[in-house]
């Protein structure tokens, strides 16, 4: 296993052929509301427009707003997504292998394998895996095309009432299948807020009971170089190589890759799983962690005239389930009126968009990433 920094000097990926994107999002992806309740824990602002929202909630629907019930989609659809990442590996002169990976659904991939230009797009899944009080993600990469659907509604089954003698019959069946790639993703971030030491101890009994059947642990390019220190330490613990996972969610491609001189995917996920890994670390990511979750804030909260779906406003992207199961947008919850803290702050973002502001965004926040191994 080695890792590479795309600034080191003397560094060349004249000795690959291809480059391999793992771990990004497209708008079927639905990516949880509730890690506001967190923020709102660490952040003024953020309880303040959480506040204006949960008050404008109950104004017109007479009901208590639960995050837990909502979420929001990334805006580009899979074939765009599927472009961003190619195009930046054949910018390298690499030939591209590119595994979209959304949460517990395969509509983007299955969605490309009907394109003649994207048809051998592996089938990939986020799988959310609940483990005690919290949940882990796994990066499910190359499910068999034929069989993959009733593997993903097996898997939903087991995100919904978890089974310890599930959860290891289900692992033990995707280990089985030598094409395809499990990956623990971003594995030392407490993403559900239990606790250091409960996700440290989840952490360890999802090992314990699934380990064998783990392939790799990822380097996150959304997480700070710190934590994917840890991730590297763990993974040395367990015997498991790391490979890259980027993690994109908005219009930055993966910051993070893996190189190879397989050709296809299958044999990319066989190198891995007999311990050969080479990741490389792109140069943004010591653009400094803060600095690019605002970047993406801003893309997430930009216009898309040419969105997929026809979703071209962010409230559009935005979805939450009503107390009789009927799923709205924040459109149709708001109408054109949103409550006035979520309308000045979405108008400061998108004034950042703006060149002239995005750059004074970029240097006021200007922390570069520290990484050493």
């Known amino acids: ?16 052929c291809a480059g391999v994107s793992l771990h990004s999002h497209t708008l079927h992806s639905r990516e949880p509301l509730d890690f506001f309740y967190r923020a709102a824990k660490h952040s003024w602002l953020v309880r303040t427009l959480l506040r204006q929202v949960e008050q404008r909630y109950e104004a017109v629907q007479g009901a208590h707003l639960d995050l837990a019930r909502g979420w929001w989609t990334p805006p580009l659809a899979p074939l765009d997504a599927y472009n961003l ?54 990066g499910v990469h190359n499910l068999p095309p034929l069989r993959s659907r009733s593997i993903v509604s097996r898997m939903q089954e087991i995100t919904a009432k978890p089974k310890a003698a599930a959860l290891k019959e289900m692992f033990a069946a995707l280990h089985a299948s030598p094409g395809t790639l499990v990956v ?70 993966n910051v993070m890759l893996n190189l190879t001189n397989t050709t296809n995917f299958a044999e990319f996920a066989t190198q891995i799983r007999s311990g050969h890994s080479d990741v490389l670390v792109g140069s943004r990511y010591r653009e400094g962690h803060v600095a690019r979750i605002i970047q993406d804030v801003v893309d997430v909260l930009s216009t898309y ?13 935005v979805f939450y389930m009503l107390e009789d199961e009927k799923i709205q947008s924040l459109s149709q919850i708001w109408g054109t009126r949103p409550p006035a803290p979520v309308a000045v702050f979405t108008g400061c973002m998108h004034l950042a968009g703006r060149a002239p502001w995005r750059q004074a965004l970029r240097t006021a926040t200007w922390r570069p990433e520290h990484v050493v191994l």
């Open 85 to 138: 990442e190619s195009d930046q590996i054949k910018a390298m002169g690499l030939s591209p292998l590119v595994s979209l990976t959304d949460h517990d659904n395969i509509e983007a991939p299955t969605s490309l394998q009907a394109v003649d230009a994207t048809r051998k797009i592996p089938v990939s899944i986020e799988w959310t895996v609940p483990i005690r009080d919290t949940f882990f993600h796994l």
């Open 184 to 253: 623990l993703n971003h594995p030392m971030w407490d993403e559900k807020g239990v606790g250091a030491d409960a996700h440290r101890a989840a952490l360890l009994d999802l090992l314990g009971q699934c380990g064998e059947c783990i392939h790799a642990i990822e380097l996150n390019g959304l997480r700070p170089w710190d934590e994917n220190r840890q991730a590297i330490l763990l993974g040395h613990t367990w015997s498991k190589p790391v490979v890259s996972g980027g993690d994109r969610h908005a219009l930055e491609p």
């Open 305 to 317: 005239q040419n969105h997929g779906l026809g979703w071209r406003e962010w409230p559009d992207r």
């Open 1 to 16: 296993m080695r890792i590479h920094f795309q600034w080191s000097p003397g560094f060349s990926v004249e000795s690959f």
